[in-house]
């Protein structure tokens, strides 16, 4: 072990009361980015990480606008020759409703035993505050290894809608080897995680009508075929008995799990029992061929989000409704493009839809998948940083869900990301009693300044 690291990980040991502060008072901002109530919140918070980066001697680092909430950027590339790390964050937080479930107030950082109930606690102030820390502990030691630029948003929670124009216009500025984006977690408090992959998304509306009001049922049953009826007997047929997806040429673009992938995810603790155990579900469900943890990482789906029509209050009404309405989404993975699911969705009901009912179909906007190389070096740094502090190597993952950014770095910067994070399962991410679990929290302090050096 080098003197600056030895000396490093002992400052972030004594300052640990330090850091914990830090962190309350960036927990303490209600920076709720889905409504212009919490504006000043957004705008406070920006300035407060900015002035910390200003404090770490990041040689440049400033509140930059976008068409929405800003984005706050720094850097130090006083290390010549050496790697450029793009660190990833946001600053922003889901709402607290329904307010009376929590045990705490939500902006009010509060220690409970080891865990730090506020919200964002652990997504994502608390990640965002573990990679400030390991870089203080580098620099008030002696000088940081690598060359570091920060980049973090304030509309992650909305979908980060003003980012990727953002990204557009300042390609340059980005320029880095590799970003390192910790908004993701660990599969468990002694498993340390690395994600390097992660599904895309494309969203629709299906809505299917036929007469063009309400019909008695007694008068006109039996003879109009029911729109909500019809929209069923369409939706059940974007399946078969194997739970394939039948759409054409749905399948024609998807990219295969390697047998090294399928190794990785069968050595994750996520299996039908975890699933059942996390879900409350009877008995697992899914494509044929494919385990579980396959199925909702490394494979793409279908899924109805949600169907409206005709009369649903209580009691009856005896109608034939006019029309029905069906929300879609489809998880992707790497290769398939959020447009041409687009067009096997319409090509299905243009072959399927009967002449008895109207349809029309609106794409609500998308995104691609995202795979990264295990065996780039960067990835091996923070395997052996996480192997070193963990006791044990890191488990490798595909999330199931999205992360727009990763998707947008990969199109405009041609750059990969490595994810990993120290947030929990249980951390109730996005519900009340968010928290963090502070020994992770400090495990995750540690590995990120070994990782530094690691580079």
Known sequence: MSDHLQAALKYAHQHDAEFLGSLQEMLSFGSISTSDEHKNE????????????????????????????????????????????????????????????WHTEPFTATLKGDNLYARGASDMKGQVMACLNAVEAIVRTGQLPVNVKFMIEGEEEIGSPSLDAWIDANKDLLKADFCLNPDAGMLGKNHPTITYGLRGLASFELTVSGPNHDLHSGIYGGAVHNPAKALAELLAGMHDENNHITLPGFYDSVRPLSDEERTHLAALPVGDDFIKQQTGVPEVWGEAGYTSVERATGRPTLEINGMTSGFTGTGQKTIIPAWAMAKITCRLVPDQAPEAIYENIKHYLEAKAPNTIRWELKMYGGGRASISDINKPWVTALANAMETVWGTPPLFKREGGSVPVVGMMQSALGMESVLTGFGLPDDNLHAPNEKLDMPTWRKGTETLIRFFFNL
């Open 42 to 101: 957004i705008y406070k918070t920006a300035e407060w990480v900015a002035m910390r980066l200003k404090a770490l001697g990041m040689e440049r680092a400033e509140v930059m606008p976008t068409t929405g909430y800003p984005v706050v950027y720094g850097e130090w590339l006083g290390a010549p020759g050496k790697p450029t790390v793009l660190i990833y964050g946001h600053y922003d937080v889901q709402p607290v409703d329904p307010l009376d479930l």
